[in-house]
Every structure is written in structure tokens, then in C-alpha cells.
């Protein structure tokens, strides 16, 4: 039988609906207990169940997102592990609104009393006055993506709300780890932000950039705007860094810019 590109379409769109939630589902209930790994020093990696979380250690802790709801209490554990108290995180910062990064922010914000810092395209999202589930995706397969997440949202998670304190725009320097620069990298979601170390030459993408399997631009159904998404990434290629953390994915810990650079060479 010949299969019509249409027909390809309607194929590749139920794939991805039938992928979304069974990875979503399989992962509501299943912890299988963080990975946590130290990718410089003072800087650590939480693999948590769905997403990655980073601490940065200096008086204060820093965390960057939060994990799936439901991650927590491992990512307490985690922190005590690297020998530091939950009360010692002084601020989470947020890279976007999506479930898998900020399900345990509520949960983490009463256990440390952290201030909460996030793009201020996304507050309506974190603090509930939006449904995640209904940010812009492109495309058919991006329809069926928030079809899914619809369902993924209305019955198997219950979100809390929680309250921003800092709104960030991008291009702030925020006083902290020899200071942290917020990139206002757009496009995955409407308000995502990238946190960079120069100092450290360190860069935070979130899901602007993605390290699973292999560092490559986010999925275009995934995405808010994918032109937008694609103009971050160059933006983001003109920094200077030599580790880049993802919010899915192996941290790249060596020449990083350069394979960032290479990826953005070779979009059309
Ligand atoms: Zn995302």
C-alpha cells in the first residue's frame, strides 16, 4: 500500500501522542532515585525522574528548575547528600513553565524558603492563572502534543500554583555565584530563559537547547514559535562556554560553544 505523505503526517502525529503519554504516565508514579553528579566544582547535576535539575553551591545554594511533581523529596535528599541543608537554597531559578521542570516548586519553595526567579512570560503559567497544557505548539503533532498534555494534566497531575518573586526579562545579572546572567531565550515556550556563568563559562539552556540523544535544536512540535526557538539558539552560539546543561539530557562538559556553534551552522 502506498503510504500518502498525509498519511505519514497522521502516523508520525499518533506516534508522538502515544510516546508523550506513555512517558508521562510511566513516569507519574515510578522514581527510580536521582543521579547526582558534581560537573564542576561546586556545580552539580540531579538527574531527576523526567528532566534534569542543577545545584550550584557557594554560601547559598542555587537550584535551577525543579524536576516533575513528585521529585522533591529526592532532590532534598540530594542535597543532602552533597553534604548541604534544604534551608541553604536561597533561590530557584526557573528556566520555563513546563510541568517537568517546575512539578516540585512548590513543594521545594515550603521546604527551603527559596525566592523564586522566572521569565515573566511564564509567571501566569507557574503561579495558575494558565494552564501549562495550553502554551502554543506548532503544527499538527504540536495539536496532539497538548492533546495529550491535556489529558496528562487534567488527570494525572495535580499542579500547585506557586508564587513568583522575581519576574526576569532577560539581560538581568543576578547577584549571586560571581554573578548569574539571565538570556531570554524564547521560542520553546513564550518566556524561556537560559542562565549563564561567564566566570565559570557555564551556560543553563533548559529546554532551549536539548542534550537528548545528542545536542539538537528542541522538537518543533514542542515548541511555541520554532523560528523564534532557532533565533535563541543562535543567540545563545555567540556566548562564550565551555559547559552547556541542558534540561534533558547529558550535560556537554568540553567545548561545548563550539558544538553549539557547529549546530547552528548548519541550520538552513
Ligand atoms: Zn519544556
Redesign the pocket.
Known amino acids: 500500500m502506498e503510504i500518502l505523505p498525509s498519511h505519514k503526517i497522521i502516523v508520525r502525529a499518533v506516534i508522538i501522542v502515544l510516546c508523550t503519554l506513555s512517558c508521562i504516565f510511566t513516569g507519574c508514579k515510578k522514581h527510580t532515585g536521582v543521579i547526582t553528579e558534581q560537573i564542576q566544582p561546586g556545580i552539580y547535576w540531579i538527574k531527576s525522574s523526567r ?1 534534569n535539575v542543577y545545584v550550584l553551591t557557594d554560601k547559598t545554594l542555587t537550584l535551577i528548575d525543579t524536576g516533575m511533581q513528585g521529585d522533591g523529596e529526592e532532590i532534598i535528599k540530594a542535597i543532602r547528600a552533597i553534604g548541604r541543608k534544604p534551608e541553604e537554597v536561597t533561590q530557584i531559578l526557573i ?4 510541568i ?2 517546575t512539578g516540585s516548586l512548590a513543594f521545594l519553595k515550603q521546604a527551603t524558603g527559596a525566592q523564586i526567579f522566572a521569565g515573566i512570560r511564564e509567571i501566569d503559567y507557574i503561579q495558575g492563572a494558565k494552564k501549562t497544557w495550553r502554551m502554543e505548539r506548532e503544527g499538527l503533532g504540536g495539536t496532539l502534543f497538548k492533546l495529550a498534555l491535556f489529558f496528562a494534566e487534567t488527570f494525572f497531575y495535580s499542579y500547585t500554583p506557586v508564587a513568583v518573586d522575581v519576574p526576569l526579562l532577560g539581560g538581568e545579572v543576578l547577584n549571586c555565584f560571581e554573578g548569574i546572567k539571565v538570556v531570554a531565550t524564547p521560542g ?2 513564550p518566556g ?1 530563559l537560559s542562565y549563564y556563568l561567564p566566570e565559570k563559562k557555564i551556560l543553563f539552556t ?2 532551549a537547547l536539548s542534550g537528548a540523544p545528542e545536542v539538537r535544536l ?1 522538537p518543533q512540535a ?1 515548541c511555541a514559535d520554532y523560528q523564534e526557538a532557532r533565533a535563541s539558539v543562535k543567540k545563545l552560539s555567540a556566548l562564550r562556554f565551555e559547559t552547556c546543561c541542558f ?2 539530557g547529558e550535560p556537554l562538559k568540553s567545548g561545548a560553544d563550539a558544538v553549539v556553534k557547529k549546530l547552528c551552522a548548519a541550520l538552513p
Open positions: 528532566s528556566t520555563h513553565a513546563h517537568d521542570h520553546h515556550s524561556s533548559g529546554d528542541p514542542g534540561g534533558h
